[in-house]
């Protein structure tokens, strides 16, 4: 059966999009365009290389066409389309966590201003902080396509990690359950401060996504708090409000 994957946008400033095809011999081909070919090139065939090596891959062939993505979207794109050919592997290609991401924010501070940026568009993720807000809100929900979502967790997994928000309270907005659990995976072991739970109605709901994410603090030796958000958008939500507090 034939494997390829392909992720992310044609033409997007600050964007890539990649093709990966699965061959049975050959090695790793690379056919790059990129508008940044003179100066970049280079980086981002020995990125390319240097992932399919980590995943384990030998023979295949890859089409990449950039537009000035930076490396933290570069290897997203490129692990999400991995993974959309092998969806078994586990291994994780992360960059080590920027200096300026490592602080800790309090329960009651203030989130007077919160911007929300969808978590598909890294165009919108890299500068976010210039505006400081209190709460920069990568967004997996409502703003992200449903046939993007998938490879949209790992822009947003790669942001919380190298981006710098400027001291900024990191938030990620979920998926409506059962598909948020998933989501938190993505974003628990890498340096979230809030998880902001929509469309809440029960205390069920919270109940599950706090067992979840205190079982990944465990997994990935957490010791930061992590706080929760839940947002009240039904008339059943707000009947429940105080069983969901």
């Known amino acids: 059966m034939k494997k390829e994957a392909q992720v992310g946008k044609k033409g997007t400033g600050s964007d890539c999009w990649v093709h990966l095809e699965i061959k049975e011999s050959g090695g790793i081909k690379i056919e790059l365009k990129s508008k940044v070919e003179s100066m970049y090139g280079k980086a981002i065939r020995d990125t390319v290389k240097k992932m399919m090596k980590f995943f384990g891959i030998k023979n295949a ?42 602080y800790k924010v309090k329960r009651d501070r ?17 500068n976010a902080g210039l505006y400081k807000p209190d709460g920069i809100i990568l967004d997996l929900e409502d703003a992200v396509a449903p046939t993007e979502k998938e490879s949209a967790r790992f822009i947003v997994r790669n942001a919380l990690r190298e981006v710098d928000f400027s001291g900024a309270e990191r938030m990620v907005r979920i998926n409506q359950l059962p598909m948020g659990i998933k989501d ?12 902001l739970i929509p469309k809440c109605e029960d205390a069920d709901a919270v109940k599950e996504i706090d067992a979840y994410i205190q079982t990944l603090r465990v997994q990935n030796k957490k010791k930061n708090e992590i706080y ?11 009947i429940n409000a105080y069983k969901i507090a």
């Not at 938190?184 to 998880?195: E, K, M, N, S």
């Open 61 to 102: 062939l890859l089409n990449v066409e950039d537009s000035g993505s930076l490396p933290f979207v570069l290897t997203a794109r490129i692990e999400a389309a991995v993974k959309k050919c092998f969806p078994k592997k586990k291994e994780e290609f992360l960059a080590p966590i920027h200096p300026k991401n490592l």
């Open 110 to 126: 203030f989130r007077r201003t919160r911007l929300y940026i969808p978590g598909d568009q890294p165009r919108l993720i890299i």
């Open 184 to 195: 938190l995976d993505f974003i628990i072991p890498h340096g979230v401060h809030t998880v």
């Open 228 to 238: 929760l958000m839940p947002i009240i958008e039904s008339a059943l939500g707000a």
